[in-house]
């Protein structure tokens, strides 16, 4: 016999059928707190990429021109300092928001630091790089915007946004998949090329850095620049970018011809978008002769890229990654229902 959905009470009205939750295991070990703070951290470090790319193309590297106070006599701006020594001390007044999300991370994962020892060293790690970009900023100011040390500087953050990206998957892990032992959701021959990914991505931003140590935006009228050729530095700039775009065009001929599991194949189309977005910005902004506003866009495209080629390769190696597959199906779900 077929059974009935609605159960009767005695009063014979029908009651409201009773919807399922969700099984305990494909929920997320941690809370809403620690899984806020690691997206707000990921958040946090690529904005300060942003807002420190405006220092520099506005020429507001040395508005504050000591450090760590402002002037020789002031830790903040003042009216002497215009609206370049605005920008720049806003820039370091957001160190302070990244500080308290940071030290807001750790303290929301003390309680469970034996427990989840990865999401406490991750937290604890990226604490540390808040003092280490401070001291970094502090040398390019020493330095007068030195474009080695500047390009050191941009490169510690894409560091942090690498362990903040890291940090936002295993937050997301759910109690089933924190003691999995299941293998990398790549196969062993996608594994080589999703390492290719990860390692044009790098280089891209490298080469990155130093087009933009050899171009026209010094951070300040009388900086240094690399000395080195733009153009020349362009084009060697855009080999791993073509490598790249190889490599996913192939990795994802191959995902797509084998059954892959739905987060390896999503993780691989969001680099795809992000990697065709930033080519794009990237060309129009050396035919438009660099732009400060595509210029900016340009950072905040390294920044993502390099956040989505981070998440592709964690979640094409590691043995425990969020989320389920989008192909798969429902756990728990039966044929239909018989008496």
């Known amino acids: 016999m077929e059974l009935n959905s609605v159960s009767s009470t005695s009063s014979g009205r029908a009651s409201s059928p009773v919807v399922p939750s969700p099984p305990a295991e494909n929920l997320p070990a941690t809370n809403k707190w620690v899984r806020g703070l690691a997206v707000a951290s990921l958040v946090a ?30 830790l903040t701006t003042t009216p002497e300092m215009g609206i370049h020594g605005v920008i720049e001390f806003g820039n370091r007044l957001l160190t302070f928001v990244l500080a308290a999300i940071a030290f807001g991370m750790v303290f929301s994962v003390w309680k469970i630091r034996a427990e989840r020892r990865d999401l406490f060293k991750l937290s604890v790690a990226l604490l540390a790089g808040i003092p ?9 100011v020493w330095t007068g915007l030195n474009p080695w040390i500047v390009g050191g500087h941009f490169i510690v953050s894409m560091v942090l946004i690498v362990l903040a990206t890291v940090l936002v998957n295993r937050a997301w892990l759910s109690p089933h998949q924190l003691g999995t032992t299941n293998g990398p959701l790549a196969t062993r021959s996608l594994r080589p090329l999703l390492g290719a990914l990860g390692i044009a991505s790098a280089l891209s931003v490298l080469l990155g850095v130093v087009v933009t140590g050899s171009g026209p935006h010094a ?19 855009v080999v791993p970018v073509y490598l790249l775009v ?22 691989l189309l969001l680099l795809t978008v992000v990697v065709l977005i930033q080519a794009v910005i990237g060309y129009t902004q050396h035919f438009l002769h660099l732009p400060i506003v595509l210029v900016g866009l340009h950072m905040l495209g390294a920044s993502l890229l390099t956040a989505a080629a981070a998440h592709v390769v964690f979640t094409g190696f590691s043995r425990q990654v969020p989320g389920t597959d989008p192909a798969a199906r429902p756990a728990g779900a039966t044929a239909s229902r018989r008496g």
């Open 219 to 237: 951070g300040d009228h009388g900086a240094a620049r690399n000395g080195l050729d733009p153009d020349l530095m362009t084009r060697l700039h």
């Open 246 to 267: 190889f490599a996913l065009a192939v990795a994802l001929y191959l995902v797509y011809r084998h059954a892959t599991d739905g987060r390896l194949r999503s993780s």
């Open 132 to 140: 280490a970009q401070a001291l970094l900023g502090g040398i390019t």
């Open 45 to 74: 470090n690529i904005g300060i990429v942003v807002t420190g790319g405006a220092v520099r193309l506005t020429a507001s590297g040395l508005g504050c021109p000591e450090w760590p106070l402002c002037t020789p006599d002031s």
